[in-house]
C-alpha cells in the first residue's frame, strides 16, 4: 500500500530535550516536505527537500532541522524544544517529479512540549 | 504575511445543496493551485487541482474556478453530501513550495 508512515503519532516530552520524529514514504518520491497545523494558521512549510541531499527552508524553519540521506526517510529533528513547538506535525511526499504539487500526507504526529 | 487566505473558518450548507469554497492569493508567482480535505486525526488529502493556464476544472461532484486577475480561486461542490462534512484548505504552488490558506470548516447538515 502506498503510504507516507509518521513515528511517533504522538509525543509529550519536556523543554530542551532533543527529539526526532521519523517520515518515510514507499513511493520513491523525489519531494518531501514538513508542516505544522496551528489554529487559525494552517498548514505551514518547516523544511522541504527537492532530493536526496537537497534540502531548504520553509515559512518557518527556526528551531528544527531536517536531513535528507536516503529518498525513503525525511526525519524532523528538534534540538532543543519549547513550548512554542508544541503542535501538529505532518510530513508529506509529491509524486511531481521533485515539484510541490499534488502531495500525500501522513497521518500527523501531535506534539506536546510542558 | 499571509499569501494564500481563506476568510471564512466555517461553512454550513444544506445537504443537497451547493457547497463554495473561496481562497484569495496575492503571489502571481503562484503557478499550480490545489484544494485538500482533512477529517479529524488523519492527514490532509488531495482533493483537486488546478493549472493557472486554466480557469476551470472538474471531477465529479467538484469544480474548481481560477480567477487570475481577481487573484480568487474556489471549490464547488454539487450535491453536497453528508461525508462532505471536514476542513478543507486551499493551497497554490511556485513549484518549489505549497503555500496553504488557514482553512474553512465545511459542515453539511440532513
Known amino acids: 500500500e502506498a503510504q507516507v508512515t509518521q513515528n511517533p503519532r504522538y509525543l509529550i516530552t519536556v523543554t530542551g530535550k532533543k527529539l526526532t520524529v521519523t517520515c518515510s514514504q514507499n513511493m520513491n518520491h523525489e519531494y518531501m516536505s514538513w508542516y505544522r497545523q496551528d489554529p487559525g494558521l494552517g498548514l505551514r512549510q518547516i523544511y522541504y527537500?527537492?532530493?536526496?541531499?537537497?534540502?531548504d527552508k520553509g515559512d518557518v524553519p527556526e528551531g528544527y532541522k531536517v536531513s535528507r540521506k536516503e529518498k525513503r526517510n525525511f526525519p524532523l529533528i528538534l534540538e532543543s524544544p519549547s513550548p512554542n513547538q508544541t503542535s501538529l506535525y505532518f510530513c508529506a511526499s509529491s509524486f511531481q517529479g521533485g515539484k510541490a504539487y499534488e502531495q500525500y500526507f501522513g497521518p500527523g504526529t501531535r506534539l506536546t512540549v510542558t | 504575511d499571509q499569501q494564500v487566505k481563506q476568510n471564512s473558518p466555517s461553512l454550513s450548507v444544506q445537504e443537497g445543496r451547493i457547497s463554495i469554497l473561496n481562497c484569495d492569493y496575492t503571489?502571481?508567482?503562484?503557478?499550480?493551485f490545489l484544494w485538500y480535505k482533512k477529517y479529524p486525526a488523519e492527514g490532509p488529502t488531495f482533493l483537486i487541482s488546478?493549472?493557472?493556464?486554466?480557469d476551470k476544472n472538474e471531477d465529479g461532484r467538484f469544480t474548481v474556478f481560477l480567477n487570475k486577475s481577481a487573484k480568487h480561486l474556489s471549490l464547488h461542490i454539487v450535491p453536497s453530501q453528508p461525508g462532505d462534512s471536514a476542513v478543507y484548505f486551499c493551497?497554490?504552488?511556485?513549484?518549489?513550495?505549497?503555500?496553504f490558506g488557514q482553512g474553512t470548516r465545511l459542515t453539511i447538515n440532513p
Open positions: 527537500s527537492m532530493n536526496v541531499e537537497v534540502t
Open positions: 493551497a497554490a504552488s511556485d513549484n518549489q513550495k505549497l503555500v
Open positions: 488546478i493549472s493557472s493556464i486554466k
Open positions: 503571489n502571481s508567482m503562484f503557478d499550480y
